[in-house]
């Protein structure tokens, strides 16, 4: 169970492209402001901190083919290579981050892990 990457409303949810490389939102916009501490949603190893296209981005490998990657930061709390705990501090956000998270190379959707229970109501006769 993944926890959230930062205390912030989702600005945009995830939304599936209907083609590989059709328009879509392969992850989850959170409404961070500048300076908002970005935590790793779960444990695993960092497998790439830095520089892409200008923006700053960390990718998680948590093992069993599921990597999440956090984007847009502003500053960079990890390096390449450091195992991180569930709630380490990764980085800082820039104005949105970008959570995503794929199993086996594919997009899916982060909030089925991100502490969504759902609970099953028996309802009894009186």
């Known amino acids: ?15 599936p492209p209907e083609d590989p490389y059709g328009p879509g939102n392969r992850g989850i916009e ?6 908002d501490v970005v935590r790793a949603a779960a444990s695993g190893t ?15 490998d948590h093992g069993g083919g599921l990597v999440s990657s956090y984007s847009y930061l502003q500053r960079l709390s990890v390096r390449a290579g450091a195992a991180v705990d569930q709630g380490a501090v990764i980085g800082v956000a820039g104005e949105r981050l970008h959570f995503s998270v794929r199993l086996d190379g594919i997009y899916i959707d982060p909030a089925g892990f ?4 759902r609970v099953r109501v028996r309802l009894v006769p009186l």
């Open 114 to 117: 991100i502490g969504v229970r």
């Open 46 to 60: 960092v497998v790439f901190s830095g520089p892409v296209a200008g923006d700053l981005h960390v990718t998680v």
């Open 1 to 15: 169970m993944f926890r959230p990457p930062v205390e912030a409303p989702v600005a945009d949810p995830f939304r």
């Open 30 to 35: 959170y409404d961070t402001e500048r300076g």
